[in-house]
């Protein structure tokens, strides 16, 4: 299922850099079908990068004292299982 989120997760992220958008309902879709299996899909663009985060490893270029996530090559996802959330997979980042 990881490697399927994945593949969505670029797949959505390359139709928005091309401004195609006549995927969204689909995407938006599938994206319920994830959630209703018990995953949590995080795209951190755009947020401060906090080197303490556990759920994210990332690629820090400059020397910024406050680095903003500029690019997202893997998403952070978790997986609800019954009261337990749990990271299946860290978000893959570059910071600048």
Do not use: C, W
């Not at 958008?21 to 995080?42: A, K, P």
């Not at 020397?63 to 749990?86: A, C, D, M, R, W």
Request: proline letters at 4%; charged letters at 25%.
């Amino acid at each position: 299922m990881i490697n399927i989120i994945n593949q969505l997760f670029e797949i959505e992220k390359k139709a928005k850099d091309q401004n195609i958008s006549i995927f969204e309902r689909n995407f938006d879709r599938l994206n319920t079908e994830i959630s209703d299996l018990g995953y949590m899909v995080e795209n951190p663009l755009g947020k401060k990068y906090d080197a303490r985060d556990t759920s994210i490893e990332a690629n820090v270029a400059g020397s910024s004292p406050n680095p903003t996530i500029v690019k997202v090559l893997k998403p952070i996802i978790f997986h609800k299982e019954g009261e337990q959330i749990i990271l299946v997979q860290k978000g893959i980042v570059i910071a600048e």
